[in-house]
């Protein structure tokens, strides 16, 4: 028995020493990181950044402070930064990263690479990009009930990334995509519009170079072969000559299209390389939702009108889908990633992303699309 007190006297008496060898931070006296903004200085080989902390202080009215730095590396602009505040500057609550347009351009890998060797930041920062300089967005004044403009950035991109307007593109999904061959990242664009920060679109990467853009309303078609609906939305444009005959009859028609909503979506997307040596895949998606909404009156009581419903919705996804995928081409890049599709296809055989680059631009899609009317809401 005083065998086991003398050794948990010598425990208790050692976490003592490992705890006084930690290094104490006072809340009060720090300024948390909630985003980091990085752009090319005027100055050869120098980054400047914007950085935004927040302070847990009661005795100041407001508990965000804006700084901006230049330095050659990650450490030399943070110390900058340090001298700049009163605060010691700490990235630990680091939410996101933004890039500008002049960095994302030549490539922001080696930026996302040093902060993942920071034990001190989450791999689930998200990675955005500007085409303005990150100063101009993060400088904007309404950022609506959130404590700074770091915080609801997060809040923007998070919420389109639940609500499943957005893919995902985290600081550890990026560097993912970044060494896998045949899958290119997808980023979102935050831009200052009438002093509030808004999502613009997707930057299409090349590896780790912005090379493009696409819609909001384009990441939908994008999502439905590479991620997965729980519960998704999306607005359609149809001609309304097919659906002429499904009027109702009071129905005074001004237009030649039929707007439909559908929410509630789910999509299954089954990718193969049909024909490895002519480089030709083959989608088949099932996609089901219900109609929420509709431009014009059509009786959805009516089984047939249902039926020309799905074989527009069918014609429209496959027509957005080829012309998403001509662009892809275009840009040579992946962001559907068929080029993971024919890696895992080509067992054992070993291909280089440069290889893949040459190949890509030569791809044959068929895509098959099976559409199917749940329900449809209120109207019913």
Not at 40 to 63: C, G, H, M, S, Y
């Amino acid at each position: 028995m005083q065998k086991i007190k003398q050794l948990m006297l010598v425990s208790i008496s050692c976490l003592f020493f490992l705890t006084g060898c930690l290094e104490s931070n006072i809340l009060e006296e720090l300024g948390i990181v909630t985003i980091y903004g990085f752009d090319k200085a005027e100055k050869e080989n120098t980054l400047r950044a914007t950085t935004v902390l927040f302070q847990f202080n009661p005795d100041i009215t407001d508990a965000s402070q804006i700084i901006t730095s230049e330095g050659h590396t990650f450490r030399e602009l943070r110390n900058n930064a340090n001298k700049k505040s009163g605060y010691k500057i700490v990235s630990g609550q680091l939410r996101t990263v933004l890039f500008g347009p002049e960095l994302s351009k030549e490539g922001i890998f080696p930026y996302l690479d040093t902060l993942e060797r920071d034990a001190s930041i989450s791999d689930m920062v998200f990675v955005a990009m500007s085409t303005q300089p990150t100063e101009e967005v993060l400088t904007a004044s309404n950022y609506e009930q959130s404590p700074n403009i770091g915080t609801y950035i997060q809040r923007l991109i998070d919420t389109a990334v639940r609500d499943e307007r957005l893919i995902s593109n985290t600081l550890h999904e990026f560097t993912r995509k970044f060494f896998e061959v045949g899958h290119d990242p997808l980023v979102p664009i935050i831009n200052n519009y009438q002093d509030k920060a808004q999502i613009s679109g997707l930057a299409v990467f090349q590896n780790d170079k912005h090379v493009g853009e696409i819609s909001l309303e384009e990441t939908f078609y994008v999502r439905l072969i590479s991620d997965k609906f729980n519960s998704g939305q999306v607005e359609m444009k149809l001609p309304l000559k097919v659906l002429q005959n499904y009027l109702e009859e009071y129905e005074k028609v001004t237009t030649d299209v039929v707007y439909v909503v559908l929410d509630q979506i789910n999509n299954r997307a089954d990718v193969e390389l049909s024909n490895p040596e002519g480089l030709q895949f083959r989608v088949k998606l099932d996609i089901e939702g219900r109609i929420v909404e509709l431009s014009e009156r059509i009786d959805l009581s009516n089984k047939k009108a249902l039926e020309a419903i799905e074989k527009e919705i069918n014609n429209e996804v496959v027509e957005n889908l080829q012309a998403l995928i001509q662009k892809s081409k275009e840009l040579n890049a992946d962001f559907f990633g068929f080029g993971k599709t024919y890696v895992a296809t080509k067992h054992g055989k070993k291909i280089t992303e440069e290889q893949w680059r040459d190949m890509y631009k030569d791809i044959q899609v068929e895509i098959d699309v099976k559409s199917r009317i749940r329900s449809y809401g209120i109207v019913e």
